[in-house]
Nanobody, 119 residues
């Protein structure tokens, strides 16, 4: 199986920064896209940012210019540097990846890490 473990969430004041990390492990042959979604209370899960194995990144409009996604392919790790955080960024952040494991491509998810931004 494939496991994703996130770290780096927490409580921060508005205008502050946090860096999330996510490590994928298990019987992985290859990983294509890695990225982050978030879900705030009472809202649907939404894409924050994603990055391909070639390094092409994609961002939601609401984080452009504030968040940066990066990855270390050798370590099967994806990062999300979050700057100029706003209270509306408060949510559970989920890491995901599309990986080839157990003879098939599939999407895998982490359990989530809480990010809380105070005003």
């Amino acid at each position: 199986q494939v496991q994703l473990v996130e770290s780096g969430g927490g409580l921060v004041q508005g205008g502050g920064s946090l860096r999330l990390s996510c490590v994928a492990s298990g019987s992985i042959f290859s990983i294509n896209t890695m990225g982050w979604y978030r879900q705030a209370p009472g809202k649907q899960r939404e894409l924050v940012a994603s990055i391909t194995s070639a390094g092409r990144s994609n961002y939601a409009d609401f984080v452009k210019g504030r968040f940066t996604i990066s990855r270390d392919n050798a370590k099967n790790t994806v990062y999300l540097q979050m700057n100029v955080l706003k209270p509306e960024d408060t949510a559970v952040y989920y890491c995901y990846c599309r990986a080839y494991a157990n003879d098939r491509w599939a999407d895998y998810w982490g359990q989530g890490t809480q990010v809380t931004v105070s005003s």
